[in-house]
């Protein structure tokens, strides 16, 4: 055979082999390591991951095998080389020449055959030997055909063995001997429940079986079971969570089971909010809980439920029902809202469930079952409706049956209460006339009143004033009653009325004679009180029960005397009158009472003192009644005769004008002879008056009785009557007649009292007072809101004191114009200080006690003419006083606001009366526009022009003045122009306010310090030509100090609330005004050294306003140290100007300083030191001048070194430099200049 073709069979036959060996090797590989592992899991079940790599390994083993036999050999096919190598060595024979022939190198040709003869085909299986191969792959063939017969006859042991091989993971597990079935009544169960565990053994043998289970967190427990054959039933009490329950048994399976515990659904109120009715005007309010809740009936009650439920729980059901009623509950932001309107009691009660999915393990679960869970206990409410009760109502103020006259004013107080709140309360009349039966006119009842704001309230108590004048008449029966009514429209409204009040009207003499009967019935008690005292006045040891018994008849006297007094004030009757009343019972209660329950207390050592005491007091109170019941008798009496003569001597004008013209016919002389008898009698009864009078012994009545004694109007009278009894009266007879009626009536006011106005002028003084006060609380920085109580009773006082001046004077008064200005100013501080706004509610509160400083000099015979008139002297002889000015400019301006506030109230109360609505915007008709040129625009330019020519002219050469006064130019300006207009409105009252604001408080600032010149007037050597005489400054240099601090102060102000105004300009002008005064002051001495700070802090606070360095903080603080440099040179400037006396010769000292020839050495020397140290306002004694003519006056030639700084040359120098050294930073010069400050000091 050819060598070519024998390789090509080898080949062949070897490739087959190797594939044959391989595949042996693999089947055997695979068959005995997989019986080998099941054989082993079989004995010892293997858990899943070791299965696993077990399996892994195999198929390590297996890739290994088949790459090593299969893969690597067949991969690529023998070299022909090597296989005729292989070839050579197993058949010897050939002796090299088929590795000769296969090498190219020819054989001859015998070789070549021989080589040919030897390459036979049945040479092939010696040469590749298969035995080994054969083997191999019979034990796979017998392995597979085991497999295959396993399969057939044990399928389910084999199937079990394949899936627990090739699935290690898997759950399929051995079969056992036993079988256990298990199951839970309920998967999914809550916290308060056990779980319920049911179990049994299907087939086997009895044996143990143990319980155990895990929870999410790992935390595990376990249990054997009671018995060994079951079945069984176990409760497990779990908390919260999920587990895995396992039952397990040597002999059996282990059962997996999933249970999960949960937390029972919480129901929480999230919010509820109770709105009562609407007639009770209450707001809504906020409820913690509804347990037990008791509400008004027809209250809305809104209530958010919010669920807990578990995390897992897949949904809940919220069901509320109201006395089995279904509430619905909308969802909303995760809680349940709902409503119900509280009509009746009941229940709400409230079913929440939470739903979850089953674990497939419990009885009954499939799939989408949902297992309920519920709240336990049941959830409700009980819930109250608490009805309304009637309101109740009662009136005071009149006693029942009391008598009035028919112009009587009565102060009752109606006070009603309702369990909710209240909607109206009225005051109801019935009159009764005598005659009414008669007419047929049945009593019709009235409203008198209904009072406002009552709505919503639960309790008021309202004073009602009742005026009787037009309501009834003489001999009517007026029957009062209060009615309340709740607002109730839900059950009600519920309505009551109190106790009737009837009154009685009667005319004034049953008035006064009941008033009389009254008051002498407690003037009689007075009388009976002292007398039972007086019982123990003498026997110590019956003084105690005296006083006791005196104590009780004085208390009813006490109790009388009120009930006069308020008669006496609803009846209308004289004021004076009822001050006197007043003044007795005051006696009665305030030292007699007291001094006799001193004397009954039990146990009082030394009553007997007491006891004397109350005697006086109650001799004084009697005494007191006693005159009062004479005095008042005359002043009615001859209050009814004057009545009574008015109108005769209007009919005796007409009398004798007809007679004039002609002679009486029948009826003039008739009527004539009746006016005659009318006067005599008339006459006779002030005869008898006047007799009355002279016989009494009250010194209040001494001027009463020298005037009747002087003028007798009683003859007056007579000799009026005789001349009537002529058949032709003259016309003198009327003459007579008007005087009697004059003096009478003169009579009558002193009877009166002439002091009412003077004490109205010092009520009205003592409300300026304690307004100005309220003014300089502002101006101090108080809290505008915590004056607004003391401002509302300013306003209350000053509205009563404005009717009572209004009706001692009259409406059109200066008082009453200027207690109505002072009133409107008031109203406007209160609003101003509601909001706030502090600086105009200061300026209306000193508009207002200007207003009522003016109404006191009016009401007090109009003092302030006396000391304008004495200004005006002042200045003719000691020259221009710019004080006085404002004193006089004061008056003028507080007049000019009090018109302004009068006419703006006329005209505003004329456009209204036209129709319009709001402020009117411009002056109607020429006859306003007239008023306001007339009384407005002249005034206010008057003052405008005594401001700028004796005010600013003089104050030309006083700058900071001159500066201030130009501020009160402006305001005065601003407020003329306004007039000229001409035009008024609110604005125009606002202006004249500013104004006025602005005169007081220069006014104010300049009149607390005293000027330079008094100190010298006070000194011993007289100061006159010395310290210069009569050259007095127009306005003082003290007080321009004030006025700078003033400005400084506004600046600061200004800067704190951050006003949108040009401040850097302000307050570079103020630095311009120190720096002034800074040169004009002596170098070195303590004020140049403040006014320098001063000055330093005033431009470094205009560097700051200006470039807006800091966020106002460093500002204000500069601002600040200024107005406190200032300060502080006002407090050495007084107390340098009050202690210095008369000028002294320089010392010899100071001369050679003045020189020139001390060193800087010398002048910093001890002798310096001492006397900047002994002097505390910076300036040498040996001067003996006033601190503030030598700080704020030029002084040439002048020095002082005792009052130069405390450090040497060498040490100034250098901190000077360095705080004038403008490459430094602003906060870097801010601490230098500190600390140079502090060196100073």
């Known amino acids: 055979m050819e060598p070519s073709d024998f390789l090509a069979r080898v080949r062949r036959r070897l490739r087959t082999i190797v594939a044959l060996d391989g595949s042996a090797r693999l089947l055997l590989l695979l068959l005995l390591s997989a019986a080998a592992l099941v054989l082993l899991d079989y004995t010892a079940p293997m858990p899943g991951i070791l299965r696993l790599a077990c399996l892994i390994a195999l198929a390590g083993a297996f890739v290994s095998v088949a790459h090593r036999y299969l893969w690597r050999p067949l991969r690529h096919p023998l070299d022909t080389r090597v296989l005729s190598q292989l070839v050579e060595r197993r058949m010897p024979e050939l002796n090299g020449a088929l590795y000769t022939h296969v090498d190219g190198v020819e054989l001859s040709a015998n070789e070549y055959q021989a080589l040919r003869a030897h390459l036979r085909t049945d040479r092939l299986p010696a040469l590749l030997r298969v035995e080994h191969t054969l083997r191999r792959g019979l034990a796979a063939v017998v392995l597979v055909l085991a497999v295959m017969a396993l399969s057939v006859t044990h399928a389910d042991w084999m199937g079990t063995a394949v899936r627990r091989l090739l699935l290690p993971m898997g759950a399929t597990q051995w079969p056992y001997l036993s079988a256990l079935e298990a199951h839970l009544e309920r998967s999914v169960i809550a916290a308060d429940e056990p779980l319920v565990l049911r179990a049994e053994r299907r087939h086997g043998p009895p044996g143990s079986v143990v319980v155990r289970w895990h929870d999410q967190d790992g935390v595990q427990d376990s249990r054997v079971l009671g018995s060994l054959t079951g079945p069984w039933r176990e409760l497990l009490s779990l908390g919260p969570g999920d587990y895995t329950i396992y039952l397990e048994s040597r002999d059996a399976a282990t059962l997996r089971l999933q249970a999960r515990v949960v937390e029972r659904p919480r129901l929480s109120v999230a919010q509820a909010q109770l709105t009562p009715p609407s007639y009770t005007g209450a707001a809504p309010s906020s409820l913690d809980s509804l347990a037990d809740l008791a509400e008004l009936a027809g209250s809305s009650l809104d209530f958010w439920f919010r669920v807990r439920s578990g995390p897992e729980a ?286 009954g207390a039990s146990g009082h050592p030394d009553p007997l003192p007491h006891a004397r005491q109350a005697d006086a007091a109650l001799g004084e109170s009697a005494r007191q009644l006693s005159a009062l019941l004479q005095s008042d008798d005359l002043y009615r009496q001859l209050d009814n005769l004057i009545r009574r003569q008015d109108p005769l001597v209007q009919e005796s004008r007409e009398v004798v004008i007809r007679s004039l013209r002609g002679s009486l016919d029948a009826d003039g002389q008739d009527q004539r002879q009746h006016l005659q008898r009318r006067q005599q009698e008339i006459a006779e009864q002030l005869r008898d008056w006047e007799r009355r009078l002279a016989a009494s012994d009250s010194s209040a009545l001494t001027a009463a009785q020298e005037l009747a004694t002087r003028e007798q109007p009683a003859d007056l009278l007579r000799r009026a009557a005789t001349a009537l009894d002529h058949d032709r009266p003259q016309q003198g007879l009327v003459g007579q007649q008007d005087n009697a009626l004059s003096i009478m009536r003169e009579l009558l006011e002193l009877l009166q009292g002439t002091d009412v106005l003077n004490r109205l002028a010092q009520e009205a003084a003592q409300l300026a007072d304690r307004q100005e006060a309220l003014e300089q609380a502002l101006a101090r920085g108080a809290d505008p809101r915590a004056l607004g109580a003391e401002q509302e009773e300013l306003s209350e006082r000053s509205e009563q004191l404005r009717q009572r001046i209004a009706e001692a004077t009259a409406d059109d008064s200066p008082a009453s114009e200027a207690m109505e200005g002072a009133r409107a100013a008031q109203r406007a501080a209160e609003e101003q200080l509601q909001a706030s706004q502090s600086r105009a509610a200061q300026q209306s509160a000193a508009a207002a006690a200007a207003q009522l400083r003016a109404a006191s000099q009016e009401l007090g015979q109009d003092d302030g003419a006396g000391e304008e008139d004495q200004a005006a002297d002042d200045e003719e002889e000691s020259g221009p006083d710019v004080l006085a000015l404002l004193r006089d400019l004061v008056r003028r301006q507080t007049r000019v606001v009090t018109q302004a506030t009068v006419l703006h109230r006329r005209f505003t109360a004329a456009h209204e009366a036209s129709g319009g609505t709001g402020a009117y915007q411009q002056l109607e008709g020429f006859a306003q526009r007239r008023s306001v040129q007339d009384q407005l625009a002249g005034p206010q330019s008057d003052i405008l022009l005594l401001l700028r020519e004796k005010g600013l002219q003089e104050l030309e ?285």
Not at 347 to 355: H, Q
Not at 991 to 1001: F, K, N, S, V, W
Not at 1162 to 1178: M, P, T, Y
């Open 957 to 1241: 050469q006083q700058p900071i003045a001159h500066r201030a006064l130009q501020r009160v130019e402006t305001a005065v300006k601003r407020a003329s122009d306004h007039f000229d207009s001409p035009a008024l409105q609110e604005r125009g009252v606002r202006l004249a306010t500013i104004a006025l604001y602005e005169m007081r408080r220069l006014l104010a600032i300049a009149a607390d310090l005293p000027s330079p010149q008094q100190s010298e007037d006070d000194d011993d050597n007289g100061g006159g030509e010395a310290d210069g005489g009569g050259d007095q400054a127009p306005f003082p240099p003290a007080a321009e100090l004030a006025l700078l601090r003033a400005e400084q102060e506004d600046v600061a102000w200004l800067t704190r609330t951050r006003q949108p105004l040009d401040l850097a300009t302000r307050q570079q002008e103020l630095a311009e005004l120190v720096e002034f005064l800074m040169n004009s002051s002596r170098s070195g001495s303590r004020p140049h050294l403040l006014l320098q700070r001063t000055h330093r802090a005033m431009s470094s606070a205009r560097h700051r306003l200006s470039e807006m360095a800091d966020d106002g903080t460093i500002t204000q603080d500069e601002q600040d140290l200024a107005v406190a440099s200032l300060t502080q040179l006002l407090l050495e400037a007084a107390a340098s100007g009050g202690s210095s006396g008369g000028q002294q010769p320089p010392s010899q000292d100071e001369e050679d300083g003045d020189d020139g020839e001390s060193s800087p050495r010398q002048a910093d020397g001890d002798e310096g030191s001492d006397a900047a140290s002994g002097d505390a306002g910076g300036v040498s004694q040996a001067q003996g001048q006033t601190g503030q003519e030598q700080d704020l006056r030029v002084r040439q030639g002048q020095t002082d070194d005792a009052s130069l700084l405390h450090l040497p040359p060498d040490v100034r120098g250098p901190l000077i430099e360095a705080l004038n050294d403008q490459s430094l930073p602003p906060e870097a010069r801010a601490v230098l200049r500190r600390y140079f400050e502090l060196l100073e000091d």
């Open 314 to 599: 897949a949904k809940h059901h919220l069901a509320v029902t109201w006395n089995d009623a279904a509430i619905d509950m909308d969802p909303e932001n995760g809680r349940y809202r709902g409503s119900l309107e509280l009509m009746e009691d009941g229940e709400l009660a409230v079913d929440v469930v939470d739903y979850y999915h089953g674990t497939g393990y419990g009885a009954g679960d499939a799939d989408g079952d949902m297992i309920a869970i519920a709240a336990r206990p049941s959830i409700g409410f009980s819930l109250s409706a608490v009805a309304d009760r009637p309101p109740q109502v009662s009136l005071h103020g009149v006693r029942n049956g009391e008598a009035v006259s028919a112009d009587a004013r009565l102060d009752l107080r109606i006070s009603a209460s309702d369990d909710v709140a209240l909607e109206t309360l009225s005051l109801l009349a019935t009159v009764e006339r005598p005659n009414a039966n008669e007419e047929g006119d049945a009593p019709a009842e009235r409203t008198l009143a209904t009072l406002d704001g009552v709505a919503g309230m639960v309790s008021t108590e309202r004073d009602v004033p009742v005026d009787l004048d037009g309501l009834v008449r003489v001999g009517d029966v007026l029957r009062l009653q209060a009615k309340a009514e709740d607002g109730n429209d839900i059950t009600g409204p519920g309505r009551s009325r109190s106790q009737v009040r009837s009154v009685r009207v009667v005319s004034e003499d049953a008035l006064r004679r009941d008033l009389d009967q009254q008051l002498l019935e407690a003037r009689d008690r007075v009388v009976q009180s002292r007398e039972l005292l007086s019982r123990g006045l003498s026997d110590a040891d019956r003084v105690t029960d005296a006083a006791r018994g005196s104590q009780a008849v004085a208390r009813r006297a006490h109790e009388q005397l009120e009930d006069v007094v308020r008669r006496w004030r609803a009846n209308r009757l004289d004021p004076e009158r009822e001050e006197r009343l007043s003044t007795a019972m005051a006696v009665l209660a305030d030292e007699a009472l007291t001094e006799i329950a001193q004397a």
